[in-house]
């Protein structure tokens, strides 16, 4: 069962949904007035019911996509040497967690999970096995926005020793998995779950993806 904020978070998130699909392929002109309200209460909705939303905030957040409303993807790489966890510490916060980021158009899930190792950790990586699709929603993870978001973890490994902190890092280590779950960790990126399973599935010989 989810919380009530998380049931309200997925209710307003579907109203912006309806509302800006709609917008899109309206061809009625007083269909796409009600599309228009509805948005408009939605936003309402979201500025009393989330705590710090500017109006500015949730214009971004309204407007920034077009077209059918579908997740965001958010991709994290698991890379192991010697049986443990490459991990980064974020600037913004100080908080450790598995590199990766949102998948950017032009580039595949596997590419992201190259790509946001190399900025983050500085060392290239080869993705061997997609340990997990995970619904954010339905796994509880803390929510910084109201994006609905997919999160795929895919096990990686490293073809070169070179670790170093990138432009959004400031440290960078391999890590057992007690010493993981010890440190300060960015929960909206991974949870204590997500290193246990990216453990049993570097591990395993047969790994079977996870998916909600």
């Keep these: 069962m989810v919380s009530n904020m998380e049931d309200t978070e997925l209710l307003l998130e579907q109203l912006q949904a309806i509302s800006q699909t709609g917008k899109h392929y309206s061809k009625d002109v007083f269909d796409r007035e009600r599309y228009d309200q509805l948005e408009s209460v939605a936003k309402k909705l ?9 109006k500015k905030q949730l214009n971004i957040y309204f407007d920034s996509d077009t077209g059918y409303v579908t997740p965001k993807v958010d991709v994290r790489a698991a890379t192991f040497k010697n049986d443990k966890i490459l991990l980064v510490r974020e600037k913004s916060s100080g908080q450790w967690s598995i590199p990766g980021g949102w998948a950017d158009i032009g580039y595949s899930a596997g590419e992201i999970a190259e790509k946001e190792t190399f900025e983050e950790a500085g060392i290239k990586v080869i993705p061997k096995k997609l340990i997990a699709v995970k619904d954010m929603q339905k796994n509880h993870y ?3 926005n109201l994006n609905y978001i997919y999160k795929m973890f895919f096990e990686c490994q490293p073809t070169e020793d070179d670790i170093h902190s990138g432009v959004e890092t400031s440290d960078v280590k391999y890590f057992s998995l007690e010493e993981a779950l010890d440190l300060n960790l960015s929960l909206a990126r991974n949870l204590p779950a997500d290193f246990k399973m990216a453990f049993d599935c570097h591990l395993s010989d047969d790994w079977q993806t996870y998916f909600d």
């Design 46 to 54: 979201t500025s009393q019911l989330v705590q710090n939303s500017s």
């Design 142 to 144: 803390p929510k910084k």
